[in-house]
């Protein structure tokens, strides 16, 4: 299974920025992949979970300020982040049941 996240980048606070985590390999769904972020110095935390159409877990600290759609055809998790904030400021990583992508940096700055 891989997992190629991409669409980091640096954005103001209050700005909005997606970022997309593409399955290929031996992975037949995009049920399950999660996203989670880890912050300079900090300790890597879910952030939110795709489950099917329409069915997401969004953890508390970004719930209603982040979203996540799936593209089953793709093999594509985005996670749409609105509102951000400094402390959003982390490596982003996408996760299916023990395998990782390589990350893709946030930064939210002014």
């Known amino acids: 299974v891989q997992l190629q996240a991409s669409g980091g980048g640096l954005v103001q606070p209050g700005g909005s920025l997606d970022v997309s985590c593409v399955a290929s390999?031996?992975?037949?769904?995009?049920?399950?992949i999660s996203w989670y972020r880890q912050a300079p110095g900090g300790q890597r935390e879910l952030v939110a979970t795709y489950i099917g159409p329409g069915t997401t877990e969004i953890q508390g600290p970004v719930k209603g300020r982040f979203t996540l759609s799936g593209d089953f055809l793709e093999n594509m998790v985005v996670l749409h982040m609105t509102g951000l904030k400094p402390e959003d400021t982390a490596v982003y990583y996408c996760?299916?049941?023990?395998?990782w992508g390589q990350g893709t940096l946030v930064t939210v700055s002014s």
């Open positions: 996760n299916y049941e023990n395998y």
């Open positions: 390999g031996s992975i037949f769904t995009i049920r399950g």
